[in-house]
T-cell receptor
Framework: DAGITQSPRHKVTETGTPVTLRCHQTENHRYMYWYRQDPGHGLRLIHYSYGVKDTDKGEVSDGYSVSRSKTEDFLLTLESATSSQTSVYFC???????????????FGPGTRLTVL | GIQVEQSPPDLILQEGANSTLRCNFS?????LQWFHQNPWGQLINLFY???GTKQNGRLSATTVATERYSLLYISSSQTTDSGVYFC???????????FGAGTTVTVRA
């Protein structure tokens, strides 16, 4: 199994509070991703990183920011949480770039976030 | 963007039965992944299969890239096979994996 951990695994917070989710990998993979999974929408890409300090937006990036100061850590921050951000958040990693035929993404265990 | 369709949406099996899940995609791809999301929510990599056939225990997968489909075979199903099976393909113009809606498999003892 790919060495990916996410913390916290569960969190309940109130609307308007900041929240930071952490993804930590021990695989030394260059590419890291944050997805959210919601009923009826499947998995949607929030942000991704293609190297230390190199990040970009995915399809549902509004209200989220990310940072990557080390290869192994990718942080997702909700600056001011809203109820629409209640979701399960998955981190993923890959060794090769997504355009490569060798790109395989591995997912962390997920973080269940509830915003009241 | 690329469309990914999975069928059937739901599947109920008796323990020991065999089944086939299908994934169709609308554009040419250079890789494809199958995942199993177990009842605890974990996404487990089953196969990375851009083309050809692979086997892993009771599971096997075949991708025919030229005809834009992939099949996942479950043989001698067990209750631990229950969950949602997703196929996913990369979009050519960005970093996202496009997921199908999944097939929910329930295996009854």
């Amino acid at each position: 199994d790919a060495g990916i951990t996410q913390s916290p695994r569960h969190k309940v917070t109130e609307t308007g509070t900041p929240v930071t989710l952490r993804c930590h990998q021990t695989e030394n993979h260059r590419y890291m991703y944050w997805y959210r999974q919601d009923p009826g929408h499947g998995l949607r890409l929030i942000h991704y990183s293609y190297g230390v300090k190199d990040t970009d937006k995915g399809e549902v990036s509004d209200g989220y920011s990310v940072s990557r100061s080390k290869t192994e850590d990718f942080l997702l921050t909700l600056e001011s949480a809203t109820s629409s951000q209640t979701s399960v958040y998955f981190c993923a990693i890959s060794e090769s770039n997504p355009g490569s035929p060798y790109n395989e993404q591995f997912f962390g265990p997920g973080t269940r976030l509830t915003v009241l | 963007g690329i469309q990914v369709e999975q069928s059937p949406p739901d599947l109920i099996l008796q323990e020991g039965a065999n089944s086939t899940l299908r994934c169709n995609f609308s554009d040419s791809v250079n890789n494809l992944q199958w995942f199993h999301q177990n009842p605890w929510g974990q996404l487990i990599n089953l196969f990375y299969i851009p083309s050809g056939t692979k086997q892993n225990g009771r599971l096997s997968a075949t991708t025919v890239a030229t005809e834009r489909y992939s099949l996942l075979y479950i043989s001698s199903s067990q209750t631990t096979d229950s969950g949602v099976y997703f196929c996913a393909v990369p979009r050519s113009n960005d970093y996202k994996l496009s997921f199908g809606a999944g097939t929910t498999v329930t295996v009854r003892a």
